[in-house]
């Protein structure tokens, strides 16, 4: 049975090292960074996934998915570049009506909702739905992607939280606009009542009043900040500021 054998065995050899003759492809060697990508994209999302599948509610709605998995994919990346320190997310989903509770206050170390409530948005960027965002100073708009939080002061909404935008051309004017999170009475159930939508701010993230402090004192000191609407593709998160 030697005789069979010995061919074949010489064969394999001679294609183990004529890797001049016949070199390996990329595909075959598991190097294809289109693969690698594509890996890498599916491994994420399934991350993602599994996240969502496993939040606590705490009696509380849960965001969309779609919004979620957004916040999600760059809370990673940026927990990953050290831009932020927390494993805190708040998220502000701007598809939805002014009149619903559209800010989620995530702790990812339990995956569990902290808070879900009222948000305003810039007084030009829509009535009762956010349509219209910008970066520019006066604009009384709100901007949209992802922020890191800052330090607190008190200002002429009482106590209030500064915000770094991190998205180059999107939000990065944001500490230069006065953009931050603060009270405000016209977030609330009977402002929505007596005028039949939420009241808006001058481009500010405005919260409710007797939930500014937890919110504040949840979030402050970097931890992110994504304000999510349908109209922006997440592609543009390449455009960080370094």
Not at 128 to 141: G, I, Q, R, V, W
Request: with cysteine; hydrophobic share 40%; proline share 3%.
């Amino acid at each position: 049975m030697v005789y069979k054998i010995f061919p074949v065995v010489i064969f394999a050899l001679m294609a183990f090292t004529s890797t001049e003759k016949h070199p390996v492809s990329p595909i075959e060697t598991a190097i294809d960074p289109q693969l690698i990508a594509a890996k890498t994209k599916s491994n994420l999302e399934m991350k993602v996934a599994a996240v969502y599948g496993k939040l606590h509610s705490n009696n509380l709605a849960l965001p969309q998915l779609e919004s979620f998995t957004q916040a999600l994919q760059g809370f990673y990346e940026l927990k990953q570049q050290g831009l932020v320190q927390k494993d805190i997310l708040t998220l502000i989903d701007f598809s939805l009506s002014s009149n619903a509770k559209r800010l989620w206050v995530i702790d990812l170390s339990t995956n569990t909702v902290l808070m879900n409530t009222l948000v305003a948005h810039g007084k030009n960027t829509g009535e009762e739905f956010a349509n219209s965002f910008s970066n520019a100073d006066s604009s009384y708009k709100s901007s949209l992607g992802f922020y890191t939080t800052g330090e607190i002061y008190n200002g002429k909404h009482g106590k209030s939280l500064k915000l770094d935008g991190l998205e180059k051309g999107v939000n990065d004017h944001a500490r230069a606009r006065g953009v931050v999170m603060h009270a405000a009475d016209y977030v609330s159930d009977s402002f929505i009542k007596n005028h039949n939508r939420l009241g808006r701010s001058q481009g500010c993230p405005a919260v409710p009043v007797e939930l500014t402090d937890e919110i504040i004192d949840t979030i402050k000191n970097k931890s992110c900040l994504f304000i999510y609407h349908p109209s922006r593709n997440i592609k543009t998160f390449s455009r960080l500021i370094s």
